[in-house]
């Protein structure tokens, strides 16, 4: 049989102004460009040419490149392999929370394989856990002035749309809880894109003294925050897991004091109990004990405290704390909590509470995907569904309106007893309420009044649930849980 065109004989000549390395492995010549003048590119002339006595050997630190052995020092100080020098504000596992002694087994059964008998065991501490528990949420659903021309933009296609009204209403009920306004810090976890920082940013105008801290693993691209050229707002983007981050060691809130406003929009599982742990614990908690503005200063400036504190009303002075507030209020849309972890989950104590531990919750964690998949997706669909969750996974993800939900034998299986789908939705909708409720026991106790509220239309997004927390000083009973 002929060879193709695309794997050459080693008779066959490179093609113009490329290498004239042949890779053995490949059966076809190296397509590198080279230099004028030159025969290879730089990975293979030291292997190639014969009159080069320099030897290239693989680099250390990523053996998917060569570089020249007498040039090895100067090449481990520039390679982008080698590790980076560690930010002040990353302190390793930080916001990790502590590790459990009772951990859990290292191979737990699908829930597919579990007994009609444990199965239905399993569902009756779920049920009996979620007792008095309120099922159904209070509609927050809102919008805000500043996305209404994006809004009624006729460019829009069906997921834009989908976004902005998600947004929209995040904005609103942020305005609601009086967080919009100058002299203060939003600190934006899993920030994508950083949409919902810059509509912020939108609808404050021209208010003063006004950051942004967006929070990202990873890299993105499009970044919105790039557009903003405001004399009175600062982004700064930070590249970190919230797991080791610690924001009083950034200078930005370390200098200016600023109150934070903790925002997530579709903040993935595990990310929000990180996000609620680094605002409460690793920053308020210190910021507490190190207060070192003297009380005298506070009193001469009373005003400005005043301004400082979005919660502060008129004729209400009492409800205005004497000392600073270091955390004004937390805004987060919840998500994927079949991506939540037992390490890092802050409503451990709940749990306990209520004689649950690490193995349920894992099974909790794994049904409550119910809620959103159930066994309602065709094979076809499932198809598409994969399909595009391979093009996207190169993007941000900040939207999973199809809950985040990945199409797995938890999910789609035939189960023990034969639930319905309908079973299964409402046995998924009780698993997330159970473990959002933990987090709202975590706040409390940690001086927050917590609420969660539908905030948007569940034809928009299946996650549909928002988590608002105020300090207690500062609650009212529109947002009192």
């Known amino acids: ?87 002040d504000f990353f302190i390793q596992d930080i916001n990790a929370g502590l590790k459990d ?55 829009n296609g069906d997921s834009a749309t989908k976004h902005l009204k998600q947004q929209a209403s995040i904005l609103g009920n942020i305005e609601k809880l009086k967080l919009l306004g ?16 810059h509509w912020v940013d939108i609808a404050l105008k021209d208010a003063e003294k006004v950051h942004f801290i967006l929070v990202e693993k990873v890299t993105t691209r499009f970044k919105a925050n790039g557009k903003h050229r405001k004399k009175n707002s600062v982004f700064e983007r930070l590249q970190i897991d919230i797991q080791h981050l610690c924001l009083n060691k950034i200078p930005l809130l370390s ?17 929000t109990d990180l996000a609620l742990r680094c605002l409460v614990e690793t920053y308020a908690a210190s910021c507490e004990e190190r207060n070192e503005e003297p009380l005298a200063k506070r009193r001469k400036n009373d005003k400005t405290d ?34 939540c972890d037992w390490r890092h989950y802050v409503g451990k104590e709940y749990f306990r509470a209520l004689g649950l531990g690490a193995v349920d919750f894992h099974y909790f964690q794994r049904m409550s995907s119910w809620a959103t998949c159930g066994m309602r997706k065709t094979s076809l669909e499932a198809s598409n569904v994969t399909s595009k969750r391979k093009d996207k996974h190169s993007d941000d993800s900040e939207e999973h309106d199809d809950g985040g939900c990945r199409i797995t034998d938890d999910s789609t299986e035939s189960l023990p007893g034969l639930l319905t789908v309908e079973e299964k939705k409402k046995i998924g909708h009780l698993c997330k309420l159970l473990i959002d409720q933990g987090r709202v026991e975590y706040l409390q106790q940690k001086g927050f009044s917590p609420a969660l509220q539908y905030y948007t239309d569940p034809l928009v997004s299946l996650e549909n649930v928002l988590l608002t927390a105020l300090p207690n000083h500062s609650s009212s009973p529109e947002t009192s849980a």
Not at 63 to 86: F, G, I, M
Request: hydrophobic share 30%; with cysteine; charged share 30%.
């Open 182 to 197: 100058p002299r203060r810090c939003f600190v934006e976890f899993g920030a994508g894109k950083g949409k919902l920082s």
């Open 1 to 87: 049989m002929a060879a193709s065109a695309s794997t050459p004989h080693t008779t066959d000549f490179p093609a113009e102004g490329r290498c004239s390395y042949y890779v053995e492995k490949k059966k076809r010549f190296c397509r590198m460009v080279v230099a004028a003048g030159k025969r290879f590119c730089g990975e293979h002339a030291g292997a190639a040419e014969e009159e080069n006595a320099r030897k290239r050997i693989l680099c250390p630190l990523d053996p998917k490149h060569t570089v020249y052995e007498d040039q090895l020092a100067k090449h481990l100080k520039k390679c982008n392999s080698r590790e980076k020098p560690k930010p």
């Open 306 to 339: 005043k301004e400082i504190n979005p919660l502060a009303k008129e004729g209400n002075e009492k409800n205005v704390p004497e000392k600073w507030t270091p955390v004004a209020g937390i805004v987060i849309a919840l998500c994927c909590h079949h991506r």
């Open 255 to 271: 200098k200016e004091k600023l109150p934070v406003v903790g925002i997530g929009k579709h903040l993935c599982g595990v990310a």
């Open 101 to 155: 002694e009772t951990e859990i087994p290292e191979q737990l059964v699908p829930i597919s394989s579990l007994s009609e008998e444990q199965l239905e065991n399993l569902i009756k501490k779920l049920r009996r856990a979620s007792e008095g528990l309120n099922s159904t949420l209070k509609d927050q659903i809102m919008s805000h002035p500043a996305l209404h021309d994006a809004l009624n933009d006729p460019k």
